[in-house]
């Protein structure tokens, strides 16, 4: 107590504070005053700098102007979500369309990605890989067209070829049934109806093997009960290149034919349109 009380009265006792000339020590102004009366000055002083101090830092970084720019940060990173969750539906929607193209029906040991190799015992020097009349004639035509000027609607329309020659035993209907059945020759083999990746090659209970081209233009191609697969998922095919051999392989094939799917756009549509499957 007595320590506060002498700092106290010497903080009351009178000053005199001045600003002086180093060199001539001339007086240049001064004022009287108290400790306690300087102290609660400077603390005044404190207190506004510090006031104006969180008044620029608060415009500054809390300001409309900064709220804007997180909201439009905010917004683009909404919509980059929106766009990356839109590309994984539209690919779940595909591989669900796949699946039901192929019956939804797979194995316990799924082999997609593994295709079992070609037995040395079957002999591929029997197997017809001549181009037929229609193949020829489809490479001509496209042998022209690349000499000639074509409209871009033209340009757009894909050239196909028949994956096999035959007679069909059962057309397309777009109720019961999405494809056409060819009855051909044993061992004769499968070609691919036009340039494209392998997007699936296996083996299904009901439907034997099976390999399913993607050819570009939201057009797919499907070959069902296959006797042996040539190609592996992932392989890249051209037109008229063997992709399998005529089989009767699953629990819906009774003789040896090629069950033969054409999908555009998701949706199934008539072979005939676009190739003729005739010897």
């Known amino acids: 107590m007595r320590i506060g009380k002498k700092i106290i009265k010497a903080l009351g006792k009178n000053l005199k504070f001045s ?9 240049i102004w001064s004022f009287n005053s108290n400790g306690i009366r300087v102290i609660s000055l400077l ?17 500054r970084f809390f300001s409309s102007e900064t709220k804007t720019i997180e909201r439009e940060k905010l917004e683009a990173q909404t919509l980059a979500i929106d766009s990356l969750s839109s590309q994984i539906q539209a690919q779940e929607n595909y591989i669900l369309a796949i699946r039901k193209m192929l019956s939804g029906e797979l194995p316990v040991v799924s082999t997609m990605d593994s295709i079992p190799e070609i037995p040395k015992e079957l002999d591929l020097s029997n197997i017809s890989t001549q181009k037929s009349k229609e193949e020829v004639r489809i490479a001509e035509k496209v042998k022209a067209d690349l000499m000639t000027q074509s409209t871009p609607k033209e340009s757009n329309i894909p050239y196909f070829g028949n994956p096999v020659t035959g007679v069909i035993s059962q057309t397309y209907d777009r109720k019961t049934h ?12 499968v070609k691919a109806c036009l340039a494209g990746t392998v997007i699936y090659a296996g083996y299904t209970r009901r439907d034997g093997y099976i390999i399913v081209i993607d050819h570009g233009n939201k057009f797919l191609s499907i070959y069902k009960h296959n006797k042996r697969i040539l190609k592996k998922t992932g392989s890249k095919v051209k037109l008229g290149d063997p992709i399998a051999i005529v089989g009767d392989t699953g629990e819906n094939s009774d003789g040896p ?3 033969f799917e054409l999908w555009l756009d998701q949706q199934p549509v008539n072979p005939i349109k676009y190739m003729d499957f005739k010897h």
């Open 178 to 189: 999405h494809a056409i059945d060819i009855v051909t020759e044993r061992n004769m083999a």
């Open 19 to 27: 600003i002086s000339n180093p060199t001539s020590f001339k007086e």
């Open 257 to 259: 034919h090629l069950h």
């Open 43 to 59: 603390l005044l002083l404190i207190i506004l700098a510090s006031f104006a101090i969180a008044y620029f830092f608060g415009a």
